[in-house]
């Protein structure tokens, strides 16, 4: 219904992650109403992030260099490895600020609906980094939700024979919630999960 | 939290209209595991809008030339003048194929607390066209919410004086849905606007 450039820009935008139709639309015309240094700006940065960011040899983190900003730095420790699913879930780690040891992005989680096996993830290359003999403990912090669980079983199964501690976050009461709204699982493993505090 | 270009690229998506800080993170972790050329005609397509494409000098619709392609189409009749918000409100009305007459973008409904007085929309470029003396009637299709039926309003008494019948979409029952599921300022609207059907 649009013509030419604006009808392509609908559609490349409907092609991202979230945007259905009408998002696209919107945006479209946002981007048609903004500044051309600002477009450009969105143009540029589309570019340089395909040129410079690339994944982390070592742990498959975001990296501009071919080792990731975690992976170079000396003052991390090697015994703890903190497995995720993502590297936005690094984010989320190491905005509290508890973790001062390395990484590991599997790259999703096991989920056989969506045909995501073992060999699809990195999990070959987690038992290399293992074997290399640093690691002490291995704290699986995928997501605390069925494949994610399912991801935490398979990966203390491989791991176990090989004699190194394997952790999973825990699971309770988010803090800063209300009792009542807890859903009875959470609520369930809070009670599990339940610390003598005298 | 990411390095260079990545932090970048989220912050850019993260000014576009409906796009909060996680979706801007999941847009840029699509853009890095897309095809460089997927990429690249994205970024192409946001440059190519801004340069070719403009706003219609007669109708403030979208357009790639000086006129849109309905002001410049010679097959529609200039006694209509159909009055939309938005040039994607062309779109919907186009989709009916109900209409064949000319379109004007208000570019916005009045809407005091926003600051948008009827000085900020395109009203004295509608009024320039309607005294060039080739309207019979304006339709004003504004959005059927309080800033559309208040500019409505206006319109109809800028334009009474001048002699040219003034009509609005009419409210009612949206077809296909269920007289339960309407909400009752619809519903009362549907009574006000029954028809005779024998």
Same mark, same amino acid.
């Given at each position: 219904m649009?013509?030419?450039?604006?009808?392509?820009?609908v559609?490349?935008?409907?092609?991202?992650?979230?945007i259905?139709?009408?998002?696209a639309?919107?945006?479209?015309?946002?981007?048609?109403?903004?500044?051309?240094a600002?477009?450009?700006?969105?143009a540029d940065?589309l570019?340089?992030?395909?040129?410079?960011?690339?994944?982390?040899t070592?742990?498959?983190?975001?990296?501009?260099?071919?080792?990731?900003r975690?992976?170079?730095d000396?003052?991390?420790?090697?015994?703890?490895?903190?497995?995720?699913?993502e590297?936005?879930?690094?984010? +989320? /780690?190491? &905005?509290?600020?508890?973790?001062?040891?390395?990484?590991?992005? =599997?790259?999703? %989680?096991i989920?056989p609906?969506? @045909?995501?096996?073992?060999?699809?993830?990195?999990?070959?290359?987690?038992?290399?980094?293992?074997?290399?003999?640093?690691?002490?403990e291995?704290?699986?912090?995928?997501?605390?939700n069925?494949?994610?669980?399912?991801?935490?079983?398979?990966?203390?199964?491989?791991?176990?024979?090989m004699?190194? +501690? /394997?952790? &999973?976050?825990?699971?309770?009461?988010?803090?800063g919630g209300? =009792?009542?709204y %807890?859903?009875?699982v959470?609520? @369930?493993?809070?009670f599990?999960?339940?610390r003598?505090i005298?």
């Amino acid at each position: 219904m649009y013509e030419g450039a604006l009808a392509d820009l609908v559609d490349e935008l409907g092609r991202l992650p979230g945007i259905g139709p009408k998002s696209a639309q919107r945006i479209a015309f946002h981007v048609l109403g903004s500044d051309k240094a600002d477009v450009d700006r969105l143009a540029d940065v589309l570019r340089t992030v395909k040129e410079q960011v690339r994944f982390c040899t070592v742990c498959g983190n975001v990296a501009t260099e071919e080792q990731c900003r975690i992976c170079r730095d000396p003052r991390r420790g090697d015994e703890l490895i903190c497995v995720v699913e993502e590297p936005k879930d690094i984010i +989320a /780690v190491e &905005r509290t600020g508890e973790f001062r040891g390395r990484y590991h992005v =599997l790259g999703g %989680a096991i989920n056989p609906l969506d @045909g995501v096996g073992p060999d699809d993830l990195r999990i070959r290359e987690l038992m290399m980094r293992l074997q290399a003999g640093a690691t002490k403990e291995v704290i699986i912090a995928t997501d605390p939700n069925t494949e994610g669980e399912a991801t935490a079983t398979y990966l203390a199964l491989m791991i176990g024979p090989m004699g190194l +501690a /394997v952790s &999973r976050l825990a699971s309770g009461l988010p803090v800063g919630g209300d =009792l009542e709204y %807890a859903d009875e699982v959470t609520l @369930g493993r809070a009670f599990e999960g339940r610390r003598l505090i005298q």
